[in-house]
């Protein structure tokens, strides 16, 4: 597990990349696979069963070049697991790599010990056993790698794939499903000439190559109809500002499922961990039509518009109700800071450690944390919070912004402003982690606390 680490660690100090030229790469010259549907080992009576082995391929993400992957399946992005809610599935993985690892089901309302705590490590060689409740409405949730320190490498190298829960509400809407209902990982990359990723803390001048589902500025094929994207940043860092050159797209879904009606919109924002699931109609384009998801001016995606085709699919005003809050007493303060020199990252003044409780909450309780982002050297940050969907009340006092009003577990809190969530801790107890998602900050620089979620809250758990 050294080595890794090691690399990892090592980035910090050293001198900016010596990497080398990068690859040339021509936009829209490979076609976007969509990641395979996993096969249950078992379908049990009332639950499914899978397998996975972590491990190093080769793939073929830039034309003519090998890259070394960390995978949970066979390339770069996983392979998605279909759930349905109520309908619990477990998940035996085994680690092949040569490094410790974790996996974290992010979004998903699981007990503890399935969690993927950061310190609930599966060492090389060995297994571990998930079991996912599925006791949540359906979402596009995601998993990958949460060992302590490793992640922002771990997550950066391929280890992330999809988990999409489909609950039986959403089957009645008349969303396009099936084929038309395709999962998108963006991420980025810093590559050297000859393929090989490039992991340095903090790369951002580094990671220039956008992929979207492992691939660089691939193009993709579709019918003139509507289609759902499942759009997941799996980037560590970058913030993505998603245009379809001023086109309208309609926004049906956020990170914990659907929105409870549709939102019409030309641009989101989508910080890392984050997700939206976005419905675009090619039936208003012509046959021929090439359309570019772009982050602000630089391409991400081509989709281009090849064929006609039936569509009965369509987007209902009102897709799903909000599940209701009660109303909790409790208000909390977390304030992020950053020492730079010690390129440390704060949440209430503290780094992250294993055996502090930074919080108690009371099982069954819903309460509402203010996130102010008092970092003084600027940077963006974010709040994701294990085990819960919460709501975005508001930024600054001001409504949320478009798109934020759904569950979410991710919310970007940009320099010196300040995010109000409500918090239902509803369930399970146990230790879980909350962490800003910039994964480079909350891995290297200690940027993560803990919740501790009790029956008893008592003189000595108390805030
Ligand atoms: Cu997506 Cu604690 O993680
Ligand atoms: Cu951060």
């Given at each position: 597990s050294g080595t890794s680490e090691a690399s990892a660690m090592a980035g910090m100090d050293s001198?900016?990349?010596?990497?080398?030229?990068?690859?040339?790469?021509?936009?829209?010259?490979?076609?976007?696979?969509?990641?395979?549907?996993?096969?249950?080992?078992?379908?049990?009576?009332?639950?499914?069963?899978?397998?996975?082995?972590?491990?190093?391929?080769?793939?073929?993400?830039?034309p003519g070049l090998r890259t070394s992957v960390y995978?949970?399946?066979?390339?770069?992005?996983?392979?998605?697991?279909?759930?349905?809610?109520?309908?619990?599935?477990?998940?035996?993985?085994?680690?092949?790599?040569?490094?410790?690892?974790?996996?974290?089901?992010?979004?998903?309302?699981?007990?503890?010990?399935?969690d993927g705590h950061p310190m609930a490590l599966m060492e090389p060689g060995e297994s571990r056993t998930y079991c996912y409740p599925n006791e949540q409405p359906g979402a596009t949730l995601w998993y990958h790698d949460h060992a302590h320190v490793l992640e922002a490498e771990g997550v950066y190298r391929g280890l992330h794939g999809f988990y999409l829960l489909e609950s039986e509400d959403e089957r009645y809407l008349g969303l396009p499903s099936g084929c038309y209902d395709i999962p998108i990982m963006l991420t980025d990359a810093h590559f050297d000439a000859n393929g090989k990723m490039i992991f340095i803390t903090d790369d951002g001048g580094g990671r220039k190559t956008l992929l979207a589902n492992g691939r660089p500025q691939p193009y993709f094929p579709v019918a003139a109809r509507r289609y759902r994207f499942r759009l997941l940043n799996g980037s560590n860092m970058r913030i993505f500002r998603l245009n379809l050159g001023g086109q309208v797209m309609t926004q049906i879904g956020s990170d914990g499922g659907l929105l409870p009606e549709p939102v019409e919109q030309t641009e989101f924002v989508l910080a890392p961990a984050e997700r939206i699931e976005i419905?675009?109609?090619?039936?208003?384009?012509?046959?021929?039509?090439?359309?570019?998801?772009?982050?602000?001016?630089?391409?991400?995606?081509?989709?281009?518009?090849?064929?006609?085709?039936?569509?009965?699919?369509?987007?209902?005003?009102?897709?799903?109700?909000?599940?209701?809050?009660?109303?909790?007493?409790?208000?909390?303060q977390i304030t992020f800071t950053s020492n730079l020199k010690e390129h440390k990252f704060f949440i209430d003044g503290k780094t992250y450690d294993a055996n502090r409780i930074d919080a108690w909450v009371e099982r069954n309780s819903t309460e509402i944390w203010r996130i102010t982002n008092a970092d003084a050297a600027g940077f963006q940050h974010s709040m994701h919070l294990h085990l819960v969907q919460f709501r975005v009340l508001d930024r600054d006092g001001a409504p949320p912004w478009?798109?934020?009003?759904?569950?979410?577990?991710?919310?970007?809190?940009?320099?010196?402003?300040?995010?109000?969530?409500?918090?239902?801790?509803?369930?399970?107890?146990?230790?879980?982690?909350?962490?800003?998602?910039?994964?480079?900050?909350?891995a290297f620089g200690g940027m993560m606390a803990q919740f501790q979620v009790t029956d008893y809250l008592n003189e000595s758990n108390e805030r």
């Open positions: 001198p900016p990349p010596t990497a080398g030229p990068e690859p040339k790469i021509t936009p829209f010259a490979v076609r976007m696979p969509v990641p395979p549907t996993q096969r249950p080992v078992a379908v049990g009576d009332g639950m499914d069963v899978y397998h996975q082995t972590i491990r190093v391929v080769d793939e073929e993400m830039l995978t949970y399946g066979s390339g770069f992005v996983g392979p998605t697991i279909r759930a349905r809610s109520g309908r619990p599935v477990i998940v035996r993985r085994t680690n092949r790599l040569p490094v410790r690892t974790n996996t974290h089901l992010h979004g998903g309302h699981v007990p503890a010990d399935s419905v675009i109609d090619f039936a208003r384009y012509r046959r021929g039509t090439k359309l570019v998801l772009a982050d602000g001016d630089r391409p991400v995606l081509r989709f281009d518009v090849q064929w006609e085709e039936e569509d009965y699919s369509r987007v209902p005003d009102t897709l799903r109700p909000l599940p209701r809050l009660s109303d909790g007493p409790t208000d909390r478009p798109g934020e009003s759904g569950l979410k577990d991710t919310v970007l809190v940009p320099p010196n402003t300040s995010v109000r969530i409500k918090i239902p801790f509803d369930g399970y107890r146990g230790v879980y982690v909350y962490h800003c998602h910039m994964l480079d900050h909350s």
